[in-house]
C-alpha cells in the first residue's frame, strides 16, 4: 500500500480475512420494506479500528469467530426504502477526501493494482495502466486508461451505497455518507462486469463467482457495517452467518 494511500485510511473495526470457505446455502426470501430510520446517525469510527486489506488470508478459525461475533451484533431487521436515493446522496464521484491531491478511484487503483504506471504531471496520480489480481473471478486482468478499456477494472463498494441506504445511511449526515463511499476499505478494484452484475446487491443475492474469496467478502462487508452502524436484512444475516460458520469450519 502506497504511503500517500496509508493516510486516507478511515478507521474500522478489526477483522483479519478467512479464505477458502463453500458457498453458502439457499438465501431466505428478502423481508418487507420497514419504516425509515428515525435513529440518530452514530458518532465516529473508532480511531484505534481497522479491517482487512483485499488480499488478507488466514486459516485461523478465530477470524470467522470474530467476524460472527460482529454479526451477532448488528440489528436485524426489514430493508427500508429506496426513497430519496440517488448517488449524489453520498457526494461527488470519487473526491479527494483525504486530501493528496488524487482522486479516491486512482488511489484505489494504485493500491491494488500491480506493476502501475502513472500519467506524467499528474504527481503520480493518475494511473494509465496496471494489473490486476481480481479478487471476485479469481483473474487476471490488464487494464489500461482510456474511453474504451478503463471499464474493464472498475472500483466496487463491498457494501453497496443503495444497500447502505436502506439500512441505515438515509438517516445519516451528507458528511458521513460521503466518508463512507470514499473509506478506502469499503472499496476495492475488481473486475467491472462482475462490479455491474453485482449492483446493490446484499449477501443474500450477491457472492463472488471465486467461492476461496467469499470468507473474505463477507468478512470485510460485516466489518463495514459494523463500524458504521448498517443494520442487515433477515436474508442477509443468514448468508453471512451461513459463509462465516462455514469458514470457521474450514479453517479447523
Known sequence: ???????????????????????????????????????????????????PTATATTGDPGTA???LAQLAALPVKGRAPM??????AFGPAWADV?????????????????GVTTKPGTHGCVVTSGTLADPYSGTVI??????ATSAAVQIDHVVPLGDAWQTGAQAWTADRRRAFANDPQE?????GRLNEQKGDGD??????????????????QVAVKSAYGL??????????????????????
Open 231 to 252: 443494520w442487515v436484512t433477515p436474508a442477509e444475516h443468514d448468508t453471512l452467518a451461513g459463509v462465516l460458520t462455514g469458514c470457521a469450519a474450514a479453517a479447523g
Open 65 to 67: 469467530r470474530q467476524a
Open 203 to 220: 449477501a443474500a443475492t450477491w457472492l463472488p463467482p471465486a467461492a476461496g474469496y467469499r470468507c473474505a467478502y463477507v468478512a470485510r
Open 83 to 88: 426513497t430519496g436515493y440517488s448517488r449524489d
Open 142 to 147: 490488464a487494464f489500461t486508461r482510456g474511453q
Open 187 to 191: 472499496l476495492l478494484a475488481v473486475a
Open 1 to 51: 500500500m502506497s504511503a500517500r494511500f496509508r493516510r486516507a485510511l478511515l478507521p474500522l473495526t478489526a477483522v483479519l480475512v478467512v479464505a477458502g470457505c463453500a458457498a453458502p446455502g439457499p438465501a431466505l426470501p428478502a423481508a418487507p420494506p420497514a419504516a425509515v430510520s428515525t435513529t440518530p446517525s452514530p458518532g465516529p469510527v473508532p480511531a484505534a479500528a481497522t479491517v
Open 98 to 114: 483525504d486530501r493528496n491531491g488524487c482522486d479516491t478511484r486512482d488511489d484505489v487503483l494504485a493500491r491494488d493494482l500491480t
